[in-house]
């Protein structure tokens, strides 16, 4: 009778292990919200009970996907418990799928489909994945080291207008011009997060048909645009595990290298490129790494490199569900004076764009007084700066002074230092006019890796009142195209019984279908 309960009991647990559970939506959404709390607070501190969910209808049976807030992120959870919990996530936007998304969740996708059909059973490494999530709480994670290197890349540019306006005209394309391409997209993304080059190096013409190749990135940008002949393709293929290829993955990152990362769907169908620019680990493992899709933006997030699904059979070998992912590594200027840190006076005339201290891929200089002067050549009268910060990040004795002008004497608008309780992180700085004047010095002693900023001029007034009885109006871009823009004027004269409004010029792009005047 012993014996009999024994193989009972032996047999009980072995159809538990083999008959995995789905999991349904709203444990999925608990999992997700647990996950999405322990990582963000690694980078940011956020209040559990403000991190609200809503689940997207993204039909599939694979995964469940969740929104974060108000453009707070996403989470993908596995609807298997045979694969890890958390697929992939971000802390960017709400999810909206793109091809090069889709990649990784094809992937995963692929990876519970076989786990199912072959009635695999989940490793022990997997079940206290879900464990750990499943009964979470902030007691039992705060003692976890979570190590990471936040995006490198803070452009989100795609493929289309205006990223395309100087590729070859195509009727048939939807703004007139062929796109950018996914390897194109994604190179020029790495070259505007070093500055560099000013200009290429001599020229290259040539007919195709088809998609820029990605291992030719690898030679064309040393060859064409100053970039270390160091620069190679590695294969995921070619390593013997999941490990070894997250370790050199990681190290570039450690460097603060951004790469070109490139996959290839199982179909054998095209392959698709973007950049890979920062990774979060817990505890030496628990690797994803953030993606820049060349979406504008969308979709960006983190995913995992790995197999979701490791699991022992009955005498056969785990699949490799790699998909042909490759990345292109050591792209870095092949310059011995870069980078070239900051100057005493910088002088920004666009009527958009980024800027940083100087630094890059390194630590800010000590003893530095840098100024930079924003004045966008084409500002007219109406027109003021607007000027927010991606990144900021200085160390004790350092000081950043931002004004509203285009010098010190002007009115001050903000200043930061180390240990300051309120950064300018997540604020806008506005201007009363077209001049922007930031100073930034630093001690002999501290540095730190520095800050990068994004500013924009609006050329026309939010709201402009006009009481004379004669006047001129414009849209404040000048000899510029203007850029999108939400204007009020206000015609009140004093004792005006009627209007006449005259339009000596006027131009709109009538591609876009927008009411131009109510």
């Known amino acids: 009778m012993k014996n009999k309960l024994l193989v009972l009991l032996f047999m009980l647990l072995f159809i538990g292990n083999i008959f995995a559970e789905n999991i349904p939506e709203e444990r999925a959404k608990i999992i997700a919200k647990n996950f999405y709390f322990d990582r963000i607070n690694a980078i940011d501190n956020r209040d559990f009970a403000s991190i609200k969910l809503t689940s ?64 695999v059973f ?107 002949y160091d620069a190679s393709t590695i294969s995921k293929n070619s390593y013997s595990s999941d490990n070894a290829w997250i370790i050199d993955i990681k ?6 290298r951004p790469m070109v990362y490139a996959g290839r769907p199982e179909d054998g169908t095209a392959g698709h490129a973007w950049v890979c620019d920062g990774y979060q680990m817990e505890d030496g493992q628990d690797a994803y790494f953030h993606m820049n899709f060349g979406w504008g933006g ?44 900051c100057n005493s006076n910088n002088y920004i005339g666009g009527i958009e764009g980024t800027f940083n201290d100087g630094s890059v891929n390194e630590d800010y200089q000590n003893g530095n007084n840098c100024n930079y002067i924003i004045e966008p050549t084409c500002a007219a ?28 004497e002007t009115e001050i608008l903000g200043e930061y230092t180390y240990g300051d309780t309120i950064l300018p992180n997540n604020k806008i700085y506005s201007t009363k006019g077209n001049g922007m004047y930031i100073n930034f010095t630093t001690d002999e002693q501290y540095n730190a890796s520095g800050w ?24 404040g871009s000048g000899l510029c195209v203007y850029g999108a823009s939400s204007c009020k004027y206000i015609l009140n004269p004093n004792d005006a019984t009627t209007f006449t409004l005259n339009f000596s010029e006027f131009e709109n792009n009538n591609k876009i279908p927008y009411k131009w005047f109510s």
């Open 122 to 228: 989940s490793s022990d490494f997997i079940k206290r994945k879900w464990e750990k999530l499943i009964n979470f709480s902030f007691e039992n994670t705060k003692d976890d080291e979570i190590v990471s290197v936040e995006p490198l890349i803070f452009t989100n540019w795609n493929q289309g207008y205006p990223w395309n306006a100087m590729c070859p005209i195509d009727a048939a394309a939807t703004d007139g011009r062929v796109p950018v391409g996914c390897v194109a997209t994604a190179a020029v993304q790495v070259m505007k997060y070093y500055n560099y080059p000013e200009y290429g190096i001599g020229s290259h013409s040539y007919y195709a048909s088809g998609y820029a190749f990605t291992p030719a990135l690898a030679s064309a940008l040393p060859l064409y645009f100053g970039y270390s």
């Open 251 to 256: 190290e570039q990152l450690d460097a603060k």
């Open 381 to 408: 009268i109406y027109s003021y700066v607007e000027l927010s910060f991606d990144r900021f990040d200085v160390n004790l004795g350092d000081v950043l002074k931002i004004y509203d002008g285009n010098s010190s």
């Open 56 to 119: 997207v209808d993204f039909r599939n049976e694979y995964f469940h996907v969740f929104n974060v807030g108000r453009d707070e992120g996403y989470v993908v959870v596995s609807a298997d418990d045979r694969a890890i919990p958390i697929l992939a996530y971000s802390f960017e936007r709400n999810f909206k799928t793109n091809p090069n998304l889709d990649f990784f969740l094809n992937m995963y996708q692929e990876q519970i489909k076989y786990a199912r059909e072959n009635k």
């Open 298 to 341: 969308s979709g960006n997030g983190y995913c995992t490199l790995d197999n979701i699904i490791t699991y022992a059979t009955g005498g056969g070998s785990q699949d490799d569900f790699n998909l042909d992912q490759r990345a292109i590594i050591n792209l870095y200027p092949d310059d011995a004076d870069y980078p070239y840190h």
């Open 452 to 475: 990068n900023a994004s500013y924009k001029t609006n050329l026309c007034p939010i709201e402009k009142d006009f009481g004379k009885k004669n006047d001129v109006l414009n849209d």
